[in-house]
Nanobody, 126 residues
Framework: QVQLVESGGGLVQPGGSLRLSCAASGFEFANYDMNWVRQAPGKGSEWVSG???????YYTSSVKGRFTISRDNAKNMVYLQMNNLRPEDTGLYHC????????????????????WGQGTQVTVSS
């Protein structure tokens, strides 16, 4: 059974940090590019970050320098370290996997990905 299970979300004050985790199972994780996509009420969906099978990393401009994506193929895990959080980072963060074609394909639509997790809520508020 294929699963992507996110964890690590929560309520944090502006300027704080969180580390999101995504546990993958049921597919050949090492052959997949992994992404984080967030959904916020009234703002729609936004692609946040991606890491390809070679561990090349990619970020949307608003999180560059604050977020770090990483993966551990031995544990079938992908992480998103989020520092200096802002209220506009609030949202439901989904982990999404797409079989690698050599170039990272990034987007917000669920049907772009082969696998999609249920998400973990991040709320940044004082």
């Amino acid at each position: 059974q294929v699963q992507l299970v996110e964890s690590g979300g929560g309520l944090v004050q502006p300027g704080g940090s969180l580390r999101l985790s995504c546990a993958a199972s049921g597919f050949e994780f090492a052959n997949y590019d992994m992404n984080w996509v967030r959904q916020a009420p009234g703002k729609g969906s936004e692609w946040v970050s991606g890491i390809d099978r070679r561990a090349e990393t990619y970020y949307t401009s608003s999180v560059k320098g604050r977020f770090t994506i990483s993966r551990d193929n031995a544990k079938n895990m992908v992480y998103l370290q989020m520092n200096n959080l802002r209220p506009e980072d609030t949202g439901l963060y989904h982990c999404a996997g797409r079989r690698s074609i050599g170039t990272l394909v990034a987007g917000t639509e669920q049907n772009l990905y082969h696998y999609w997790g249920q998400g973990t809520q991040v709320t940044v508020s004082s």
